[in-house]
């Protein structure tokens, strides 16, 4: 017995240590000769900055910017919201049209929206039920009720819509009977549907819609089902957060008291910690109960705060009480911008007022600030209070008061610092160097004589006002305007200033404005300008009558077009636009407000002329016309667009199309339809209206619009009529394009009761009618986006800060096509950039462009400030150049503030680039990968290697999007920035092998 479990033994041992060999061998040959795979951190291998690209273009240094805005003749001014010597900073309002219609279509397309994806809803659940059903099995059936279920759910669309429509709060009344017999309609369905249960969205005494949580009273035996007596905390309300979207709502009775200490937490002092309530005031609990409408709702919102009434001991207060005392908060907690002030005109007499909480010591007041109204020469009044009760008390119970005055130098205050009254004043202090000279007498020492020329001392970057000029050339005096560095340069070096520039008599002032402010820079370049432009022969014309003879260069051609120069209100011949149109010509015609204008380039209107140049009307050849008239008649097509964006269409059924087309009087073009692929005679195109034949066998149709030299394609699939299963004893007519001619019928359909083949044709119709109901979401946030647009765009905002020099009244606003309102730019530099039309739509307003100087190479960075809606009047071979440039592109002029502008000079060139980033426009979670990091499997399916569990390789599959430059993959999602990512080619790269994070850049592939 010893013997064989001593065997037993022996064998055990043996097969344990063969086992460890093996094993040992197994993972000796398994990891021998393998190296662990180097992976990279999405840090390092995103090329989402490069996918962003960089755009490189020449420009030119400007010193001097206008924003001039016209009125569009064919809407009605609103509002006009400056007046001429107004000084308004940018992104203010100054005019905005009436757009009642558009708003009101906002609203429609907001509701569309809501209704297709409520749509959208009703039928993802039927396809979760169609799937639950397949999962458990089915029988045979006729398969009507689910056609029958499929009706009823798409005729819900027109209901939900009707319905919201009448329960939206912004919704206007008396649209249309239609709409008001729809919304009753679908009233009534949506309560034989809700089984009275409140979620079809019924008016709820909690106040909002029905199906909002919270709001429906409920259980009788809740409390929330009857009217508080008392509030005291938010535990109080029948619903809400605080938040303005969720605001507190208390129902309360007029008798209810509400503790004052609880509306102190609703409205404390801070009112970053104010909360947002409604208290509705019900005539009495059956009221509330019967849902009926409450007599008053209180609204309280942190904007605003509460002043105790009479006996300010009182602990609670009725809802009547706590109306009365609401107050609108007027103290703010800082100072940055000129808007921030309470009222005030920025004048001695009328100084801007702001008002403020804290005392002489609460550094609430921005440099920035500062800067603006010294920039300004505006006069300002800063008052402090300690509270918001002590302001409504008595408006001269202030903390601190303190008056800001234009004669202070700017110099040693920092634009993103906050400053305290005490601190303003430390700052200040008498200097001997002005940062503005407004009349001759704020000279420094002289006579104006030639022996002893007037001194002006100015601060760096301090200003003399243009009529001082003016004033002393036509009285004959001599000055010297000096500029210094600092008053320590002055100190050091009286007879040293960084700039200079000298007055004498009979000087040049063309061009010199009485009422712009000039640096010592700038100023030196408008008089040599001045000077050059006196020099300049008269060369505007007042009619063109000769093609050739009156044109002031140029050949005719698209490189070398015909140059004509008028004087505003100049005429040119029919005849002369005829022979330029029949000899396919191109010309510019340039109209100056003067001679001196002309001289400067200071172009007051142009028109450019095509071969395919479009009038809405014929040119009289013997008629005389301006260039206003010509830019009136001009017809241009900016884009043509297809609507619906239809995927699919049914052999048998007519579909209609519509051509959106954009552009100035491009109402007048017509639109050319044309149908390609079709394979049958009955299947046509007419006037957008397709037809698509019985006997249409082309698996798919082109549909062609165009106008005005532009075109829009749309292919759409075709389906084949379904013919009905003469056992189905159904009687349904499904086509399968969604829709349905189905007789009555519907509820809840047991789809238990269909064969798998039934259930699985439903089961894809369903799905295509779910991605046909998502298509048209898709074009109803378009089209919302594109009603958004008009409605922001009919409020017209200054574009930089600067004075308003021109401003008509609504009433009267002008009709020669000249502008309503002029701002003129405050002093800075500019540069002026042509984009060409095909890279029109990779800058935008507020981007930031990259601007270096060609004579320092310095960088500079400026902000547009303006692209305009019209090409330049010139050939695109003489101005920027980029990407992609093209002979037969136009560009489009765009105007960029240079904040930072110390060494630039006007006329200067300087090389221009900007990307996305710059831009704004790239995604910060963009994801792009060089190409050779995405690999494609047999199926076609893209896929990454990455690091996955216990530091092991392993595959991911992604989805792809754009690639840009044939070498930027944009990844959509499989990956985060949290992943780090390998080289997907080697011997090693398999899933499971060992990964090891790496930093060495050497290695990666940008």
Not at 168 to 186: I, K, L, Q, T
Not at 258 to 280: G, T
Not at 326 to 355: H, M, N
């Amino acid at each position: 017995m010893k013997s064989k479990k001593k065997v037993i033994l022996i064998a055990i041992v043996v097969l344990v240590v063969l086992a460890a060999i093996i094993g040992g061998i197994v993972y000796f040959v398994k990891n021998r000769n393998t190296t662990p795979v180097d992976v990279y951190s999405m840090e390092l291998l995103n090329s989402a900055g490069w996918a962003g690209g960089e755009s490189s273009l020449s420009g030119t240094i400007t010193s001097d910017y206008v924003q001039e805005v016209y009125a569009d003749e064919e809407q009605d001014v609103e509002d006009v919201y400056v007046q001429q010597g107004d000084y308004v900073k940018k992104g203010e309002k100054l005019m905005k049209y009436d757009v009642e219609e558009q708003e009101l279509d906002l609203q429609l397309q907001e509701l569309e929206i809501k209704s297709s994806q409520m749509e959208i809803e009703d039928l993802e659940s039927e396809l979760s039920k169609m799937r639950s059903a397949r999962a458990e099995g089915t029988v045979d059936s006729s398969g009507s009720a689910v056609m029958q279920a499929s009706l009823n759910l798409s005729s819900l669309k027109g209901d939900i819509l009707a319905k919201m429509m009448k329960n939206d709060a912004d919704y206007v009344e008396g649209n249309s009977e239609e709409s008001s017999e729809g919304s009753s309609e679908s009233q009534e369905k949506a309560k034989q549907q809700s089984d009275g249960n409140g979620e079809e969205g019924g008016e709820n005494p909690g106040g909002g819609n029905g199906g909002e949580e919270g709001e429906n009273p409920g259980n009788p035996d809740d409390d929330k089902n009857v009217l508080s007596q008392a509030v005291g905390s938010v535990s109080d309300a029948v619903s809400g957060e605080g938040s303005a979207e969720a605001p507190y709502i208390f129902c309360v009775s007029s008798d209810t008291v509400i503790q004052y200490s609880f509306i102190r937490e609703l409205l404390p002092e801070d009112q970053a910690n104010a909360k947002y309530a409604e208290f509705r005031v019900y005539a009495s609990q059956e009221v509330y109960e019967n849902e009926g409408e409450p007599d008053d709702t209180i609204v309280v919102t942190p904007e605003e705060y509460f002043v105790p009434g009479g006996d300010s001991t009182k602990e609670s207060y009725t809802p009547a009480e706590l109306k009365a005392g609401l107050r609108k908060r007027v103290l703010k907690d800082s100072a940055s911008v000129i808007g921030d002030r309470e009222r005030g005109e920025g004048t001695d007499g009328a100084p801007y007022i702001f008002l403020l909480k804290g005392d002489e010591n609460t550094k609430s007041i921005a440099g920035s600030l500062i800067m603006d109204l010294l920039d300004e020469n505006a006069t300002a009044m800063f008052k402090f209070f300690a509270s918001e009760a002590d302001y409504t008390a008595n408006e001269d119970k202030t903390t601190a008061t303190f008056i800001l005055n234009p004669v202070y130098d700017k110099e040693g205050f920092d634009t993103a610092a906050l400053y305290s009254i005490a601190e303003i004043k430390e700052a200040i202090a008498e200097k001997k160097l002005k940062s503005r000279i407004e009349t001759v007498s704020d000279s420094s020492y002289g006579d104006g004589s030639a022996n002893s020329p007037y001194i002006y001392l100015l601060s760096k970057d301090g200003t003399v006002q243009g009529s001082v000029i003016w004033s002393l050339v036509r009285g004959e005096y001599y000055a010297e305007i000096q500029e210094f560095d600092s008053e320590e340069a002055y100190e050091a070096n009286p007879y040293k200033p960084a700039h200079s520039v000298s007055i004498k008599p009979g000087m040049a002032l063309t061009g010199i404005e009485a009422a712009r402010e000039y640096t010592v820079l700038k100023l030196d370049a408008a008089l040599k300008a001045a000077e050059a432009a006196s020099r300049l022969p008269n060369v505007l014309k007042s009619e063109i009558t000769d093609k050739k003879e009156d044109a002031y260069s140029g050949s005719g051609t698209m490189e070398d077009p015909y140059l004509y120069r008028m004087i505003t209100g100049g005429r040119v011949r029919g005849s002369v636009i005829n022979d330029l149109m029949k000899s396919k010509e191109f010309a510019v015609f340039y109209e100056y407000d003067s001679e001196e204008d002309g001289r400067r380039e200071n172009v007051a209107n142009s028109v450019t002329l095509r071969p395919n140049t479009i009038f809405k009307e014929s040119i009289a050849s013997f008629g005389w016309y301006t260039l206003t008239d010509l830019t009136d008649a001009l017809v241009t097509a900016d884009k043509i667009e297809i609507r619906p964006e239809r995927k699919t269409v049914t052999a048998g059924k007519s579909y209609q199309f519509t051509a959106k087309l954009s552009g100035k009087n491009s109402e007048v073009l017509s639109v050319t339809w044309e149908l390609k692929r079709n394979k049958s005679d009955a299947t046509t195109l007419i006037d957008g209206t397709l037809t698509v034949g019985e006997d249409e066998t082309a698996d798919s149709l082109r549909i062609i619009a165009s106008a005005g030299g532009k075109r829009d394609e749309l292919t759409v699939k075709v389906k084949q009529k379904k013919v009905p299963d003469e056992n189905s004893g159904g009687g349904s007519d499904y086509d399968g394009g969604g829709d349905y001619d189905s007789g009555s019928g519907g509820g809840d359909i047991d789809y238990s009761d269909y064969t798998a083949e039934e259930l699985a044709d439903a089961i894809a119709d369903k799905e295509e009618e779910i991605a046909e109901a998502k298509q048209t979401l898709n074009e109803a946030k378009i089209d919302y986006e594109e009603a958004k647009k008009e409605v922001e765009a009919a409020t017209v905002k200054a574009t930089v800060d600067g004075e308003v020099t021109l401003a008509y009244t609504k009433e009267a606003m002008p009709e020669d096509g000249s502008p309503a309102i002029i701002v003129r730019g405050k002093d800075g530099m500019y540069v002026d950039v042509n984009v060409s039309e095909m890279s029109l739509d990779t800058v935008k307003v507020g981007g930031v462009i990259y601007c270096t100087s060609m004579e320092t190479y310095e960088q500079y960075e400026a902000e547009i400030v303006e692209i305009s809606q019209y090409p330049a009047s010139s050939s695109g071979s003489d101005y920027s150049y980029d990407s992609t440039s093209n002979p037969n592109s136009s560009y489009y002029p765009v105007v960029a503030y240079i904040a930072q502008s110390d060494g630039l000079v006007t006329g200067e060139s300087v090389e221009v680039s900007y990307s996305q980033q710059s831009m704004g426009t790239l995604d910060e979670e963009s994801i792009y990968l060089q190409k050779a990091y995405v690999r494609t499997d047999d199926d076609g399916r893209s896929y990454v290697y990455k690091e996955g569990k216990d530091q092991r390789l392993e595959k991911q599959y992604v989805k792809t999007g754009e690639t840009l430059y044939g070498q930027y993959v944009e990844i959509l999602s499989g990956i985060t920035m949290d992943d780090n990512i390998a080289f997907p080619y080697g011997k090693n790269v398999k899933e499971g092998a060992k990964v090891e994070l790496s930093e060495n850049t050497d290695n990666i592939i940008y």
